[in-house]
């Protein structure tokens, strides 16, 4: 058995274009392979969560990748991307080496002051206030290291209470959503349009023992979920929250807050503009190495 790897270069300031492409043909089960979050854990001086031969690497360039086991999809994509401008590549792969090859660079690592990403294969000695998520997100998912992720985390620790009412909106492996029930919350729900990330935001949600917590949907946003909620995550792109503006108000609770992550600091002010037109304002941002997350609030 076979897959075949699509590999579509950018420049690391332009990665954001580069999950857009992807998005666009809706394909959201990426691999991102951003330069930025070794360079950030290097300047922080975690060598132990990394290895550093992945330091070698041109730290310029920016790598979105997909995986599909038909051929013919494969070719299409690249052929498209030529077409629409980026470098895009095809690799043919045997399944074993896929599936398993990429684990041993993905190392256990902290997340702010208390949250620590721990591969589901590795073994990690928890410290004094050390909070553990841990994770086996598959080659095709985020592994939380991205500066867009770190923010949320940071959000969620921040904002959610034991009492708040949570949708994480693009789940993906879960990682939010696990986070907010490791802080205490008990009343998440966690959707994403992908078939396979519904199922592995399961089955980590079910490794960290939060299945009574967490309540994992596949469906688009609009259509499957009903209620209000005091808190709303979506660390996605800024093209899609911008479209999430266009009815996220029906299911957010009085005085709810909106959070959102995975804009590329040069649109913030586009996303603002367009948050304000449909009557939010912000109420808390964050910028982090060319990153932006921010907390929006429905205008009084």
């Known amino acids: 058995m076979y897959w075949y790897e699509i590999t579509l270069e950018t420049d690391a300031d332009k990665l954001d274009e580069g999950i857009l492409f992807f998005n666009n043909l809706d394909i959201w089960s990426l691999n991102i392979d951003d330069p930025n979050d ?52 095809v690799d043919k792969l045997k399944a074993e080496d896929w599936e398993n090859g990429w684990k041993k660079y993905y190392k256990p690592f902290k997340l702010g002051e208390k949250v620590v990403i721990i591969p589901a294969w590795e073994e990690y000695e928890l410290k004094d206030g050390e909070l553990p998520v841990i994770l086996d997100s598959g080659m095709a998912f985020g ?18 209470s034991n009492e708040s009412n949570v949708l994480d909106i693009g789940t993906g492996s879960g990682i939010l959503s696990i986070c907010a029930a490791r802080f205490g919350n008990k009343n998440i729900t966690a959707i994403d349009i992908d078939e396979l990330a519904v199922k592995i935001a399961k089955e980590n949600v079910e490794l960290n023992g939060f299945s009574n917590e967490i309540k994992v949907l596949q469906g688009d946003l609009f259509k499957k979920i009903t209620g209000k909620y005091n808190v709303i995550i979506a660390n996605i792109v800024a093209d899609i929250i911008k479209e999430l503006f266009n009815g996220i108000d029906n299911f957010l609770a009085e005085n709810g807050l909106f959070i959102t992550s995975g804009i590329i600091t040069e649109r913030r002010d586009e996303v603002v503009s367009y948050a304000e037109e449909k009557g939010f304002v912000v109420f808390d941002e964050n910028e982090d190495d060319g990153w932006t997350a921010i907390v929006f609030k429905k205008r009084i």
Request: hydrophobic content about 30%; glycine content about 4%; some cysteine.
């Open 38 to 89: 070794m360079i950030t854990h290097q300047n922080q001086v975690r060598w132990d969560y990394i290895d550093e031969k992945l330091l070698e690497r041109d730290m310029t360039k920016a790598h979105v990748k997909y995986y599909t086991e038909d051929e013919n999809e494969a070719l299409e994509i690249r052929k498209k991307a030529i077409s629409d401008g980026f470098s895009c590549s």
């Open 143 to 160: 592994t939380g290291t991205h500066e867009t992720t770190k923010m949320c985390i940071g959000f969620i620790e921040k904002y959610i």
